[in-house]
Every structure is written in structure tokens, then in C-alpha cells.
């Protein structure tokens, strides 16, 4: 079997994950967050989405996430093998895959670079009836929406106008200081919800009160998959009386259903587990709207350099000094 880079208008329109797509795949490319992106493998048989993202000191790594078993053949491992050989020609320090359904059997014990993909999710089945989905929500998520529209939130999809970026970016800092989040490149949000609106896979939404902007949201739709990317709110306590971000979050999700697309993910939770879990205030907040836990396959990480060794010691003692 030959592997090999394939070209894009190679890879066939299957049921691929959110992160295996072209759009992802542009997205990362035109907002510089992925120095290359391709599809590595074989038509027919194993492929897979590559990113090659720097991490720091002039060194780059490789991620590869929401690996579907659709994409993995029998000769998976064969695949992979030549992948590193490629990888390993370019002096990329390590390899990690983030698969998305189906655990890929190893016996590698290296701890991930980080984690892009959060373990655990939350989602909703949106092939029950709206009043179903109502239903089976903890009854202040019901009793949220209801008062949310009630006192007037008006909830609207814009288009990326500077204008409308420009809030989006106001919002999200204010979000990012209350919760103590890291968030991107105004270039990257602007390029994700560009790409979005034209291939109709979703974009902007903004909740109004008032004739304010209060709450807002970035929403992906894909056929198999409705996905609640990010979210942003405004942290004046009036505002946050109105409960926006719950109204904003039916709206999607009724918007996913008109789509027929049969799960809702809400992308990301804490770990039951884990109490300390930084994730645990939105996770109360994605509670409410019912829904079961996902858990999310092992990740694995395929050293490729003797100097990956060295550069996680350095990001070892970095980190431990931050805690200091």
C-alpha cells in the first residue's frame, strides 16, 4: 500500500468529524493558527486529517483530531508508521491523535501535548420532538428560556461584519476575564465564522436586550453533528438577570433540528470525577439543558525526537512555576 500527502478534492465526502474537514482545515490555514495543513493516507483505506502548529522555541508539532473509525482500515497502524516517516523528514517532535469514536489500541504511555479535544462532552439527542428535548431538561433550564423571551431577549444570527466582530471580541474579553479562559486571534474568530456563513455550516449568533448585545455564541452545523463551539456573555449583573445565553442555546438548538441533524454536542464538560475541574461553572450551565455525558477515546501521543524529551521537561518546570 502507498501513503502519501493527498489532495483535498481526493478525499471522499464521508461522514468525517467536524476537525477531518476541509473547512477546518482552511480555517486553520488562513488564520495562521496551523503552519500546513493536509490529508495524509490512502484513498479507500486509512487517512487522516494532519496539522503542523508551532509549539514554542522553533519547534513544531502534529495534531490530528476527531479521527473517525470510517477513516481508519485495516492497515491503520501501516498508515501511521509512514506518517511518522514523513513527519520525521519535516523535524516534527511528536505526533498526536485525538480520535473522536472507536479507542485505538497502543501501548504508548505518553501523556498528550495538550488536550484540543475536551475528554468528556455533553449532547443532546435531536431526533426527540422539541417539547421531548423540553422535557427532559433540569427545570430551570426550561424555566431560563421561558424567562429569557419573556423579558424580551431577542436572539438573531449576523453576519461578520466588522461591526459585529468588534462586539463579539468585546464580549468574549469580558467572558475571558470573569472566567479565566485563554481565547484566540481576532483574524481566527473573524475566519471561523467567514468560512462558516459560506458553506451555510452555521456562524454568529448575538442575543439583544434592550437594544444591547449580552450574549453570544459561535455555532457549527454539520450533517451529523450540531456543535455549541463558543460562547461569550456580558457580565454587568443586569444583563446577566435576563438569562440570554439559555435562550441563545434553544435557538441553536432549534435551528440544529430544523436542519434534521440528530445530536446537539455542547462541546466540552468537566470531568464528573474531578471536582476541581476548571471546567465545573459552564459544565452546571450545559446541565441544565439535559442530555448525557460523552467520554471521548484515549489520546496518543507518538514521540518522534529525542528532543521531545527535553522540550516537555521545559514545559514541565514552566508549568510548575506558573502555580507558584
Given at each position: 500500500m502507498q501513503y502519501g500527502i493527498i489532495g483535498a478534492s481526493e478525499v471522499p465526502p464521508g461522514d468525517l468529524s467536524w476537525w477531518q474537514s476541509l473547512t477546518w482545515a482552511e480555517i486553520l490555514t488562513i488564520s495562521g493558527q496551523a503552519r500546513e495543513v493536509f490529508y495524509f493516507g490512502s484513498i479507500g483505506s486509512s487517512y487522516l486529517l494532519v496539522e503542523i502548529r508551532s509549539i514554542g522555541l522553533g519547534l513544531y508539532g502534529?495534531?490530528?483530531?476527531?479521527?473517525?473509525?470510517?477513516?481508519m482500515g485495516t492497515d491503520w497502524e501501516d498508515c501511521i508508521i509512514a506518517l511518522q516517516k514523513e513527519l520525521k523528514s519535516r523535524n516534527i517532535l511528536f505526533l498526536q491523535i485525538e480520535p473522536i469514536d472507536g479507542e485505538l489500541e497502543s501501548n504508548i504511555t505518553q501523556k498528550p501535548y495538550k488536550k484540543f479535544l475536551t475528554p468528556h462532552t455533553r449532547v443532546l439527542d435531536l431526533t426527540l420532538s422539541e417539547d421531548e428535548i423540553l422535557a427532559q431538561m433540569h427545570e430551570k433550564g426550561r424555566y431560563n428560556i421561558r424567562l429569557a423571551a419573556k423579558r424580551g431577549v431577542a436572539v438573531e444570527r449576523v453576519t461578520a461584519t466588522t461591526a459585529n466582530i468588534d462586539i463579539w471580541m468585546?464580549?468574549?474579553?469580558?467572558?475571558?476575564?470573569?472566567?479565566?479562559?485563554?481565547?484566540?486571534?481576532?483574524?481566527?474568530?473573524?475566519?471561523?465564522?467567514?468560512?462558516?456563513?459560506?458553506?451555510?455550516?452555521?456562524?454568529?449568533?448575538?442575543?439583544?436586550?434592550?437594544?444591547?448585545?449580552?450574549?453570544?455564541?459561535?455555532?457549527?452545523?454539520t450533517p451529523s453533528r450540531a456543535i455549541y463551539y463558543y460562547g461569550a456573555?456580558?457580565?454587568?449583573?443586569?444583563?446577566r438577570k435576563q438569562m440570554a445565553p439559555y435562550l441563545l442555546q434553544w435557538t441553536a438548538i432549534c435551528e440544529a433540528k430544523s436542519r434534521q441533524i440528530p445530536v446537539y454536542d455542547f462541546l466540552g464538560v468537566a470531568d464528573p470525577?474531578?471536582?476541581?475541574?476548571?471546567?465545573?461553572g459552564v459544565t452546571e450551565f450545559k446541565e441544565k439543558f439535559g442530555g448525557k455525558i460523552e467520554i471521548l477515546p484515549s489520546k496518543i501521543l507518538y514521540s518522534l525526537s529525542w528532543k521531545y524529551s527535553i522540550f516537555f521537561s521545559i514545559q514541565k518546570i514552566k508549568n510548575l512555576l506558573k502555580r507558584r
Open positions: 502534529v495534531f490530528s483530531l476527531g479521527v473517525s473509525r470510517s477513516q468585546d464580549l468574549l474579553s469580558d467572558t475571558l476575564s470573569r472566567d479565566g479562559f485563554a481565547g484566540n486571534s481576532r483574524s481566527y474568530y473573524e475566519t471561523f465564522i467567514h468560512r462558516l456563513e459560506q458553506d451555510n455550516q452555521g456562524g454568529l449568533y448575538f442575543a439583544r436586550f434592550e437594544g444591547r448585545v449580552i450574549a453570544g455564541g459561535i455555532f457549527v452545523f456573555s456580558s457580565s454587568r449583573v443586569e444583563d470525577t474531578d471536582p476541581d475541574d476548571t471546567l465545573r
